[in-house]
């Protein structure tokens, strides 16, 4: 049975991956920490929490000790659009935050998952069914730490036999926790918009395509990866995955198949857009089929329905009394 700790637990990303281990493993065996501890207050009563920064090696070691933890899911970083706001703090919290974490599994014996992204590519990479393996020259601080990661995954794999597997995800969409930073926020912001106001200025310009994912799929992707029989994997960091393509004009098609009046316009971000035009605009994603089994459940169509159907229905909640951010 396994003993998991995650970093930067209450972020969009592992927030639900916590709720998920949780789940199956029951609260006690999954250890969350974040550098915060003002948000998403059910999952920090149900369980162990820790309050610290990921930085902090000797408190890490301290905490994995105490509770045996032979798994990390190390999802503390600053995204692509914060990331490009302060590069330096970028590089030192994805890079001396990683490390640490590295460094720390390699004295327990810890497994390491580690989320790469489309923000490894970079504007000479192929953009249509961006291959597993090809250029990755990256133009955003996000990305050079994306790629530098993915190196250092591998090199503690080759060095030292740590355990590290990770994916290189899409941008996330879901409706738990908001988005922290990135270039596809619009694309979780563009759902609670359409059922508050109907309408959505969006950040991007609307023929831009980046691959996206539902966050159920996301979720799958990282714990299936860690349990994958390891003899079978012939990449480690990081696999592509991918489950559907669009562009704003096109999610605003499907959201008006539920809300026909809702409309968008366009008041365009260049830091922002400029992160968008150098990344893909679809991954191919066969090793990860082939080598562990992946397979996304989600399409375009299916992830409006259930997001409008969710924060439809938390929007009512709110009306007689609820918490809208609960
Ligand atoms: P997020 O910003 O929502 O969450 C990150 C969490 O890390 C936050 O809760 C934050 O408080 C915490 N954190 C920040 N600094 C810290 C520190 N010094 N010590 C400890 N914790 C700290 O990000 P996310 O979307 O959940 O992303 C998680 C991982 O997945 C990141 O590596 C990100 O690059 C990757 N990823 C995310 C997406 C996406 O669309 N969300 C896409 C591709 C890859
Ligand atoms: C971002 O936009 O920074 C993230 C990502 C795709 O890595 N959502």
């Known amino acids: ?46 369980g162990p929490f820790y309050q610290f920064d990921i930085r902090d090696g000797v408190r890490l070691t301290e905490i994995v000790r105490k509770h045996r933890i032979d798994t990390v899911y190390h999802l503390a970083a600053l995204l ?77 794999y080759h060095k030292f036999g740590v355990d590290t597997r990770g994916v290189r995800y899409p941008g996330l969409i879901s409706s738990l926790t908001p988005p ?26 609307g023929d831009t395509y980046l691959d996206m994912m539902y966050m159920p799929d996301a979720v799958r992707a990282a714990i299936d990866l860690m349990e994958a029989d390891p ?29 026909p009046e809702f409309e968008i316009d366009y008041h365009v971000d260049p830091v922002r857009q400029a992160i968008a035009n150098s990344w893909p605009n679809n991954l191919e994603d066969y090793a990860a089929r082939v080598e ?8 375009l169509d299916t992830m409006t329905r259930d997001m409008l159907r969710v924060l439809s229905r938390r929007l009512e909640d709110a009306r007689y009394g609820w918490n809208d951010q609960q």
């Open 1 to 46: 049975m396994r003993q998991i700790l995650i970093t930067g637990a209450l972020g969009q990303l592992g927030s639900e991956i916590a709720a998920e281990l949780r789940r199956r493993h029951g609260a006690e065996k999954v250890v969350l920490t974040d550098i915060r501890g003002d948000v998403n207050a059910d999952l920090i009563a149900e």
């Open 80 to 156: 692509s659009a914060t990331a490009e706001r302060d590069p330096q703090a970028a590089w030192d919290l994805n890079m001396n935050g990683l490390t640490t974490v590295l460094e720390v599994a390699r004295v327990e014996g810890c497994s390491v998952f580690t989320p790469s992204s489309i923000g490894a590519f970079g504007p000479t990479t192929p953009r249509d069914w961006t291959p597993q393996d090809t250029l990755q020259r990256p133009t955003s601080m996000y990305g050079v730490t994306k790629v530098a990661g993915e190196l250092l995954c591998d090199y503690y």
């Open 180 to 205: 922290g930073g990135g270039t596809t926020d619009y694309a979780v912001d563009i759902y609670y918009q359409a059922v508050r106001q109907g309408r959505y200025r969006c950040f991007l310009k």
């Open 231 to 259: 003899s079978r994997l012939r990449h480690r960091n990081a696999f592509n995955v991918s489950s559907m393509s669009f562009c704003p004009e096109e999610q605003a098609a499907y959201i008006r198949k539920y809300i």
């Open 292 to 299: 562990w089994g992946w397979e996304p459940a989600h399409d």
